[in-house]
């Protein structure tokens, strides 16, 4: 049997779904690897390029700042699961201006993808709101901090379920980040200075996820199931409206890339951080190889 660590660098439904149905599934034992699930959240890069890693969003960014070659080999959706939560009366984007928001360091992914957003609305993220940035997590403090009236919003991620939590509260979600800024993101990444792509280990864990992805896809009842291992403040009916809302609609079933979706996205991000454009969408993603089936062709 192969074996291979895999890194996740965020928590929750965006990042660690589909690798947690493929080991609850046993899809990974199924395609004869072992695999290493690590907490890469607060890892540095160096450390997290000796892994195979879920988080998309870091590879691009490190690859577009830092010149490493991340190469990405499976995506699991366009439409990254961020979102913003609000107080009572602040209903559109626009409302955060001069509001108080808590949100992810500009040079973090979510916080990269929050700032674009948030100049879409015609916001200066460094001007025209007042950011508290802070490190992720499980957003428990901001929902504390929501109710405390210490800020007026949070930019929060897959934790929760966020419509179900506003009802619960009275709060609003002035917008989900899917519907503004689409990018390929989570799925599978190496870094080939020290993962061949193409390492048996490395294919059997892009297809044990392209088989959860089928599940996420076609079997509703077991991925809410799952989906409830991680939403456990919501009630069963919440997680299966989040699941039809904005799971089942925007994962996709073949882990492909849209390229055209992710040069845009490319640039967009560059931008945002200032730097270059230096990789296209089809030097980055990588995921157009040959996909068997479970199964097929894998060597023990």
């Known amino acids: 049997m192969y074996r291979i660590d895999l890194a996740y660098v965020g928590r929750g439904l965006h990042e660690e779904l589909a690798a947690y149905i493929a080991d609850q599934q046993d899809y990974y034992a199924d395609e004869g690897v072992h695999v290493a699930l690590r907490d890469g959240c607060i890892w540095d890069i160096e450390r997290l390029r000796r892994c195979a890693t879920i988080g998309l969003g870091r590879a691009l960014l490190s690859r577009l700042t830092d010149g490493i070659p991340w190469v990405a080999l499976n995506v699991n959706t366009h439409h990254p699961l961020f979102w913003f939560l609000a107080r009572p009366g602040l209903t559109s984007l626009s409302d955060l201006a001069g509001q108080r928001l808590a949100v992810h360091a500009p040079h973090t992914p979510p916080g990269c993808f929050a700032r674009i957003v948030l100049r879409k609305a015609g916001l200066d993220p460094d001007r025209d709101v007042d950011t508290v940035v802070r490190a992720p997590g499980d957003y428990g403090m901001d929902l504390r ?56 280990a490395v294919q059997a864990v892009v297809r044990a996820h392209r088989r959860a992805l089928q599940v996420i896809h076609n079997d509703p009842d077991t ?62 993603y990588r995921t157009a190889a040959a996909w068997n089936g479970p199964g097929i062709g894998r060597r023990r």
């Open 145 to 200: 901090r929501l109710r405390e009236g210490k800020i007026d919003a949070a930019y929060v991620g897959s934790t929760m379920a966020p419509e179900a939590v506003a009802a619960e509260q009275g709060w609003q979600v002035p917008a989900w980040v899917g519907d503004h800024f689409r990018i390929p993101t989570v799925g599978v990444a190496v870094d080939p200075t020290y993962i061949d792509p193409d390492d048996p």
């Open 223 to 284: 991925t809410v199931r799952h989906m409830r291992t991680f939403l456990g403040g919501q009630t069963e009916d919440e997680v299966r409206a989040h699941y039809e809302t904005f799971i089942a609609p925007y994962f996709i079933t073949d882990g492909q890339a849209d390229l055209a979706v992710g040069d845009s996205a490319i640039i967009e991000v560059a931008a945002e951080l200032d730097v270059p454009a230096t990789v296209t969408a089809a030097e980055f």
